[in-house]
């Protein structure tokens, strides 16, 4: 495993870094106050919609895709420690550069399982930022942390299928320019083999039966540059047979395929944040006296941000080895891995921003300063894309299997 950055994640490094300091880190307030005087939280922020341009005119477009037909044609281990850099700036930068959730997942489904007909209407417009997208599998009746338990019908009807369920915590379903749902249901209810109930289904946001509800928050928040979350209805909506993504029953397989490079993103960025939350707690170390001395001569201040180095170094290996795994035995080779970071990344991230909000004392928990909100977003991914229980019985299962 040789995890040196080559010549062209070299020079990917190097613009992004540059496009952080001089455009992203500046806008991160900018945007606060700008949404601040939106008639709406879901109206598209000015300096948003102008950073997009500049990192399209950058090149720092799509660079999550692998498929270089359609993306920058990156692997796993090139890919990550720009995710991480984005990370950063988990609401700004990922957004502006085209690589922010759920719109990558909904372009890897539709580049990987999407007919022709399905990626000139739907992934080329997602691919280019002229709309957004959503991914509706979560629902509030079931323990979808059990994808097998999903509710919503997807009967076939003719021509047509007809889908009624209810959903919640979709994220991107809030943004204007959201066009479009992949919805996960049941095609085959009561089918012998419980994976192969599920199927997937675009859903125009347009179509007749369909209700964005409401939107759901997050420790308070709305996650407005992700296109937030919402509680969404589907009563007798009816969509052409072709909308089917891939086969009948083929609904649980995708998801899967779906979630792999999902959960490695979510992992790389979320070092992203832990590197933010150890920088911010050093300027405030070195800034602040307490008891006749700074903060940064107190010994616990100082255990906090070195067994932060040292957690930050120890994920980042175990997550570029799972992203060289991906990109040499594919993702099932990699599936313990990525297990493995998907139940390590989130709970630790999360300790070290407690660490760095305690630091910042009241400020920690304020809108002044970033923590509270990468906070509220590193907790969540301990419950996003498979709660870290359901991960440690699959990874405990795969561990025993070899002793029984």
Same mark, same amino acid.
């Given at each position: 495993?040789?995890?040196?950055?080559?010549?062209?994640?070299?020079?990917?490094?190097?613009?992004?870094?540059?496009?952080?300091?001089?455009?992203?880190?500046?806008?991160?307030?900018?945007?606060?106050?700008?949404?601040?005087?939106?008639?709406?939280?879901?109206?598209?922020?000015?300096?948003?919609?102008?950073?997009?341009?500049?990192?399209?005119?950058?090149?720092?477009?799509?660079?999550?895709?692998?498929?270089?037909?359609?993306?920058?044609?990156?692997?796993?281990?090139?890919?990550?420690?720009?995710?991480?850099? !984005?990370?950063?700036? @988990?609401?700004?930068? %990922?957004? *502006? +550069?085209?690589?922010? $959730?759920?719109?990558?997942?909904?372009? #890897?489904?539709?580049?990987?399982?999407?007919?022709?007909?399905?990626?000139?209407?739907?992934?080329?417009?997602?691919?280019?930022?002229?709309?957004?997208?959503?991914?509706?599998?979560?629902?509030?009746?079931?323990?979808?942390?059990?994808?097998?338990?999903?509710?919503?019908?997807?009967?076939?009807?003719?021509?047509?299928?007809?889908?009624?369920?209810?959903?919640?915590?979709?994220?991107?379903?809030?943004?204007?320019?959201?066009?479009?749902?992949?919805?996960?249901?049941?095609?085959?209810?009561?089918?012998?083999?419980?994976?192969?109930?599920?199927? !997937?289904?675009?859903? @125009?946001?347009?179509? %007749?039966? *369909? +209700?964005?509800?409401? $939107?759901?928050?997050?420790?308070?928040? #709305?996650?407005?540059?992700?296109?937030?979350?919402?509680?969404?209805?589907?009563?007798?909506?009816?969509?052409?047979?072709?909308?089917?993504?891939?086969?009948?029953?083929?609904?649980?397989?995708?998801?899967?395929?779906?979630?792999?490079?999902?959960?490695?993103?979510?992992?790389?960025?979320?070092?992203?944040?832990?590197?933010?939350?150890?920088?911010?707690?050093?300027?405030?170390?070195?800034?602040?006296?307490?008891?006749?001395?700074?903060?940064?001569?107190?010994?616990?201040?100082?255990?906090?941000?070195?067994?932060?180095?040292?957690?930050?170094?120890?994920?980042?290996?175990?997550?570029?080895?799972?992203?060289?795994?991906?990109?040499?035995?594919?993702?099932?080779?990699?599936?313990?891995?990525?297990?493995?970071?998907?139940?390590?990344?989130?709970?630790?991230?999360?300790?070290?921003?407690?660490?760095?909000?305690?630091?910042?004392?009241?400020?920690?928990?304020?809108?002044?300063?970033?923590?509270?909100?990468?906070?509220?977003?590193?907790?969540?991914?301990?419950?996003?894309?498979?709660?870290?229980?359901?991960?440690?019985?699959?990874?405990?299962?795969?561990?025993?299997?070899?002793?029984?």
């Amino acid at each position: 495993m040789d995890f040196a950055f080559d010549a062209r994640t070299e020079e990917l490094r190097a613009r992004l870094l540059a496009f952080m300091d001089e455009h992203v880190y500046p806008a991160e307030r900018v945007a606060h106050e700008q949404r601040a005087g939106l008639d709406s939280p879901w109206e598209n922020v000015p300096v948003v919609e102008e950073l997009k341009a500049e990192a399209r005119r950058q090149g720092l477009w799509n660079l999550f895709l692998p498929d270089s037909e359609h993306g920058a044609g990156l692997t796993n281990l090139q890919y990550a420690p720009l995710a991480e850099i !984005m990370g950063r700036s @988990p609401q700004i930068a %990922p957004t *502006v +550069t085209n690589c922010a $959730a759920p719109d990558t997942g909904n372009m #890897e489904v539709l580049a990987q399982f999407g007919d022709e007909r399905q990626k000139k209407q739907w992934l080329e417009p997602l691919l280019a930022g002229e709309i957004r997208s959503a991914f509706a599998m979560t629902e509030p009746d079931v323990a979808s942390s059990d994808a097998t338990n999903i509710t919503t019908h997807i009967e076939r009807d003719g021509d047509e299928y007809v889908v009624t369920g209810r959903k919640w915590y979709i994220s991107g379903a809030m943004h204007p320019d959201c066009s479009v749902f992949i919805v996960m249901g049941k095609t085959d209810p009561d089918g012998a083999d419980i994976r192969r109930q599920q199927s !997937m289904v675009l859903v @125009p946001r347009d179509t %007749p039966g *369909v +209700t964005v509800k409401r $939107a759901m928050q997050v420790f308070g928040y #709305e996650d407005h540059y992700h296109g937030g979350h919402a509680e969404v209805v589907f009563d007798h909506a009816r969509v052409p047979v072709s909308n089917l993504i891939g086969e009948e029953g083929g609904g649980f397989a995708i998801a899967q395929a779906r979630l792999g490079p999902g959960r490695i993103h979510h992992c790389m960025r979320l070092i992203g944040m832990a590197e933010r939350a150890i920088e911010l707690m050093c300027r405030r170390a070195v800034s602040r006296d307490a008891f006749g001395k700074a903060l940064a001569q107190q010994g616990v201040v100082q255990n906090w941000i070195a067994d932060a180095r040292v957690a930050v170094e120890q994920l980042r290996l175990l997550v570029l080895k799972t992203a060289w795994m991906m990109d040499t035995v594919g993702n099932k080779g990699a599936h313990t891995e990525i297990q493995a970071i998907k139940i390590a990344t989130p709970r630790t991230v999360v300790g070290i921003l407690d660490r760095a909000i305690q630091l910042y004392g009241a400020g920690g928990v304020s809108q002044d300063f970033p923590l509270a909100e990468l906070y509220a977003g590193a907790r969540t991914l301990m419950i996003a894309d498979g709660p870290d229980e359901v991960h440690q019985r699959s990874l405990a299962r795969r561990e025993l299997k070899k002793y029984l």
